[in-house]
């Protein structure tokens, strides 16, 4: 699996758009890209996934480069209640089996 | 539908005890995996099962030992608590297809502290 870089956290305001970039240089032809949102006291859920350029949904947007060695998870407009941690996963999908990897994510605090 | 449910929510062990945490899903997926969390880093896994009856070590399987009987219990057990397994415990399951894409749908999590 890829190693993917995060940082560890990030602060924010209320109404601001936040930018998370995860950095995954040994990004594999047939590696996709996940991210996972965690709230305090709760488990993972899946938020968005993308392969190349970007991806949006009712949650995030996804932007991936043309090399794909980096992407970048895009919140906009947060509130408190987007205080969490996220993950960035990088790995094949496709072929069955347990390959998913959390490392430590980045923690993202929303101040009013 | 209640999708993964965990219990119990919190536990106190003493060294030595004995323990299961269970897990439950009621989305008849095959797919179901334990993982534990330690503070700042990221989730490991522990032991997996494809389907009932089938099971398999993950990256950190000792100390821990897992049964599958049925599509919706995958129960965790504890053989000999020690202060190293203090963690926060989470149950996952998925399809075959989903999971493949790799997404899983995690339970809220079972805080242990063992003392």
């Known amino acids: 699996l890829a190693k993917t870089t995060q940082p560890i956290s990030m602060d924010s305001y209320e109404g601001q758009e936040v930018n998370i970039t995860c950095s995954h240089n040994?990004?594999?032809?047939?590696?996709?890209i996940t991210w996972y949102q965690q709230f305090p006291s709760q488990g993972p859920r899946f938020i968005i996934q993308?392969?190349?350029t970007k991806v949006t949904n009712e949650v995030a947007s996804l932007f991936i480069p043309a090399d794909r060695k980096s992407s970048t998870l895009s919140l906009p407009r947060v509130s408190l209640s987007d205080t969490a941690v996220y993950y960035c996963?990088?790995?094949?999908?496709?072929?069955?089996?347990?390959?998913?990897?959390f490392g430590a994510g980045t923690r993202l605090f929303v101040k009013a | 539908n209640a999708g993964v449910t965990q219990t119990p929510k919190f536990q106190v062990l003493k060294t030595g005890q004995s323990m299961t945490l269970q897990c439950a899903q009621d989305?008849?997926?095959?797919?179901m995996s334990w993982y534990r969390q330690d503070p700042g880093m990221g989730l490991r896994l522990i032991h997996y099962s494809v389907g009932a009856g089938i099971t398999d070590q993950g990256e950190v399987p000792n100390g821990y030992n897992v049964s599958r009987s049925t599509t919706e219990d995958f129960p965790l057990r504890l053989l000999s608590a020690a202060p190293s397994q203090t963690s926060v415990y989470f149950c996952?399951?998925?399809?075959?297809?989903?999971?493949?894409?790799?997404?899983?749908?995690f339970g809220a999590g079972t805080r242990l502290s063992v003392l």
């Open positions: 996963l990088v790995g094949p999908i496709g072929t069955g089996g347990f390959k998913t990897i």
């Open positions: 993308g392969y190349k």
């Open positions: 989305m008849n997926h095959e797919y």
């Open positions: 996952a399951s998925s399809t075959r297809e989903v999971q493949a894409k790799n997404i899983q749908y």
């Open positions: 040994n990004i594999a032809t047939n590696d996709y």
